[in-house]
């Protein structure tokens, strides 16, 4: 059988996920400093003191610099390697099902709970008529496909759809 994930995959993400998040806090205690140091600042200004207005648009800067800096990045960067951390602990963590089915075709790429992901389908049988039914299993994005050939039998390890592991039949 050829393995998709080892434990080295779930522990470099885990790694890039905190590397994220020490970014964010990083600059999040940054400009909390700067924007605690620009309130002092103004706070200690005379009254009616020619720099009021300066510090205030400096303030306004800095706050919108941050609010611009924040949604794409946590909402577009984090939320995908979070994603991804979450899909391997599902992988680690989850059921598992074996199955040996026919492949058929490729699909188009879909995002599925966060993760790009290729899709192949593959034919099932139906238990109650003669009939064939197509089973989509996921192909993580990140990873190589696998060479698969239409008709051919494969033995694959899948857990919630998504492939583990995989082994060409003759």
């Given at each position: 059988m050829t393995k998709l994930y080892s434990d080295a995959d779930f522990w470099d993400a885990i790694?890039?996920?905190r590397k994220i998040l020490a970014i964010f806090f990083g600059i999040t205690g940054g400009c909390l400093i700067g924007f605690i140091a620009l309130t002092v600042l103004y706070t200690q200004l005379p009254y009616k003191d020619?720099?009021?207005?300066?510090?205030?648009?400096?303030?306004?800067?800095?706050?919108?610099?941050?609010?611009?800096?924040m949604f794409?990045?946590?909402?577009?960067?984090?939320k995908r390697s979070n994603a991804y951390c979450k899909m391997l602990k599902f992988i680690s963590v989850g059921l598992k099902e074996h199955a040996v089915l026919p492949f058929l075709d490729i699909e188009d790429w879909v995002t599925r709970d966060g993760v790009d992901c290729n899709v192949a389908?593959?034919?099932?049988?139906?238990?109650?008529?003669?009939?064939?039914?197509?089973?989509?299993?996921?192909?993580?994005?990140?990873?190589?496909?696998?060479?698969?050939?239409?008709?051919?039998?494969?033995?694959l390890i899948s857990q919630g759809n998504l492939l583990i592991e995989y082994e060409f039949l003759e």
């Open positions: 790694t890039q996920r020619p720099a009021g207005p300066w510090v205030i648009a400096a303030t306004c800067v800095l706050v919108g610099a941050y609010m611009i800096f794409p990045f946590m909402g577009i960067k984090f389908v593959f034919a099932v049988k139906n238990i109650k008529k003669d009939e064939l039914l197509r089973r989509l299993i996921y192909v993580d994005g990140e990873k190589d496909f696998p060479a698969f050939e239409a008709g051919g039998l494969v033995s």
